[in-house]
């Protein structure tokens, strides 16, 4: 790390150890802190220092050593992927081995070799430091953005009234669990016998729930604040930052009416970043384990194949999981009435139990995706389906343990306990807002609450989460809390505030894509303002095209057209789905599948009008993206030749 003489400094081995933190913290501004890349990037300097000292002391020479630290390093957070490569031919100990070989190859060369490092370390030094500036950008205003972690968000919630012998409240969230009729028709998995147990037990289990928002810390934030997210937090559709949010959730209403009351609160580690809510009385946590950021971190390492069973992240995830549940079903009596809140991520992916509780875990990188992003990191909708139930199986064997002791623990003043997902599944979700996305399937869940042996104002069959606390605070603390209505609301992941109401005029979530995307109300142009052909080769930047949402765009023809054929300029990279309309009734559709480009960017087609459109006629068109990229532009729109009638 010193310069001697001409000699530069020796830096290139400490900023690549730098890189990978600072860079999977970039993918993931606005969902995790900066602070929680403090020890991943200390341990990797001293990673780094230690293993350049050792080569300098078996070398004498300080550059050689920095070059083969820079070489280790980068192959040790490349190892992941390099590994992930070569899956589908060699196992990961043969590929561990096989780099490992190449790996000690290149430094015996460089040994031996001993080659002059002075413009080379510089040239490095340079490469490493673009790398890292290159994640500037995002990390700074991500830091001026950032809300402050110990400011308190406002509460206006009632003073609890204190009751003698208050119940122990349990509030169980698993992650993604569908409900009863989901399950049976999409996955043809007969969940009745856990059903049945639940009721058998005097839960009250909600046929017709569905969650008021289709991500998690939407879902939480509302449920532990007891209003929609549109209430409590300032939703700008374009803001992509969740942090704000978070900060809702981590000082929720529900925990500080209930702590008001005498509650002791306790909160488990998920493993989910969005999820952790750490300053209550007791943070139950196995013992140190990364999170959902560490663990990615993990996977980019040989790290997981070399300790495969101790500290594999997924094996992680499998013991967090099971430590979770093992600790609720062997709960105590306490002195304080209790509150205790526990998201476990079972049965949403990763998919690592089997219908025992025996370890399997996937083929490839750690990742806690769902929905579109399961099936780009590698996975099937068969798989999702096979590994889905699997962990409903398994986690229905071991709530059915936790909910017998928890109803022992004080059996003369039962808890209240309620079982509820944060959303479905997502075996057809589409993370960009794709027509394939199944809201049925992904608004459904499952909803079971046990209330107070003597309490009669049980749950109604369509009650949302959104709803629940308000319910339960009447019944414990008499707080006056009216129900609000029971929305869903649908959001892409880059767009988590773009909120869209989903439910139909009685409630219930839309069965039919057609509903649902009547119900958008795309954007309006006129035709004439993109009738006019853009000049071959235009980027998707040129002046003229217009960058749509997943909502799509209405264009209105201002006269009924009976042409045949249509020129449709859009990304070469994305899906589109057009429809004619003749007033508001849609008389024909047509999916536009990524076809040849004639640019390297936009594409221009000529499309052949559905014969029941170019025979009714049409006024409007309405195009909205489907799969890609999430970013879509729409270039020009031309109408062709009327049709012979």
Not at 18 to 39: E, K, S, T
Not at 132 to 153: C, D, G, R, Y
Not at 297 to 320: A, C, D, N, Q
Not at 374 to 403: D, P, S
Request: one cysteine or more.
């Amino acid at each position: 790390m010193i310069s001697l003489g001409k000699r530069p400094y020796i830096l290139h081995p400490f900023l690549f150890a730098l890189f990978p933190v600072f860079f999977l913290f970039a993918l993931n501004v606005g969902q995790m802190y900066f602070i929680d890349v403090i020890i991943p990037a200390a341990i990797s300097i001293v990673g780094v220092a230690i293993v350049m000292l050792i080569f300098f002391l078996i070398i004498k020479d300080i550059s050689l050593a920095g070059l083969i630290a820079s070489i280790i390093t980068l192959f040790f957070f490349s190892y992941g992927h390099l590994a992930r490569l070569v899956s589908a031919y060699i196992s990961h100990w043969l590929s561990l081995t096989v780099l490992i070989l190449i790996l000690v190859i290149i430094i015996a060369i460089i040994v031996r070799k001993k080659p002059k490092l002075i413009q080379t370390t510089r040239i490095l030094n340079i490469i490493a430091a673009a790398l890292l500036l290159i994640q500037v950008p995002q990390i700074f205003m991500a830091l001026i953005s950032e809300p402050s972690s110990t400011e308190e968000t406002s509460d206006n919630s009632p003073v609890a009234n204190h009751k003698e012998n208050l119940p122990d409240v349990y509030f169980i969230v698993l992650d993604g669990y569908g409900r009863q009729d989901v399950l049976s028709e999409m996955y043809k998995y007969d969940n009745s016998d856990f059903i049945e147990f639940l009721r058998s037990n005097d839960f009250t289990v909600a046929d017709s729930s569905h969650s008021n928002y289709g991500q998690t810390l939407l879902s939480l934030a509302g449920t532990l604040n007891m209003d929609y997210v549109q209430n409590i937090h300032e939703c700008d559709s374009l803001a992509g930052d969740r942090l704000p949010l978070y900060e809702k959730l981590r000082h929720n209403k529900v925990m500080n009416l209930f702590k008001k009351a005498g509650y002791t609160i306790s909160s488990f580690s998920s493993g989910y970043s969005l999820s952790e809510i750490r300053k209550v009385d007791n943070y139950i946590s196995a013992s140190w384990m990364p999170g959902e950021y560490g663990n990615m971190l993990l996977s980019f390492t040989p790290l997981p194949v070399i300790f495969s069973r101790l500290y594999s992240p997924f094996e992680i995830h499998h013991k967090r999981v099971m430590h979770i549940l093992e600790n609720l079903a062997d709960r105590k009596k306490a002195d304080t009435p209790q509150f205790i809140f526990a998201h476990i991520i079972c049965p949403h992916p990763p998919f690592v139990f089997s219908p025992d509780g025996e370890s399997i875990p996937p083929d490839r990188e750690f990742n806690m995706e769902d929905g579109s992003h399961f099936l780009n990191e590698g996975g099937t909708v068969e798989e999702y389906k096979t590994g889905y139930i699997n962990q409903v199986k398994y986690i229905n064997a071991q709530m059915t343990k936790v909910i017998e002791h928890l109803l022992t623990v004080d059996p003369d003043n039962r808890p209240i306990i309620i079982i509820q997902a944060d959303h479905g599944p997502g075996s057809e979700l589409s993370w960009v807002g794709s027509s394939e996305t199944n809201l049925k399937e992904r608004f459904s869940i499952l909803n079971a609450i046990l209330l107070p042996k003597s309490e009669s104002n049980a749950p109604y069959v369509t009650i949302s989460p959104v709803n629940t606390f308000r319910l339960i605070a009447n019944i414990l603390f008499d707080s006056g809390y009216e129900p609000l209505p029971d929305k869903s609301y649908f959001s892409t992941w880059e767009d988590p505030f773009d909120l869209m109401p989903v439910n139909d005029n009685n409630g219930l979530v839309y069965d039919y894509l057609l509903q649902y995307y009547l119900s958008l109300k795309p954007g309006k142009i006129e035709y004439l303002h993109i009738s006019h052909p853009l000049p071959p080769g235009s980027g998707r930047d040129a002046e003229q095209c217009l960058r749509l949402t997943p909502k799509g765009i209405l264009i209105d023809l201002e006269r009924k057209y009976h042409a045949t054929l249509m020129e449709l300029c859009v990304e070469d990279d994305d899906d589109y789905l057009v429809q004619y309309l003749n007033g508001d009734t849609v008389v024909a559709e047509l999916t536009l599948f990524h076809l040849e480009s004639h640019s390297d960017i936009l594409r221009d087609d000529t499309l052949i009008v559905p014969y029941d459109a170019a025979m009714t006629g049409y006024d409007n068109i309405i195009i909205m993206p489907q799969n890609g990229d999430g970013i879509y532009t729409l270039g020009y729109i031309r109408l062709g030749n009327p049709a012979k009638r």
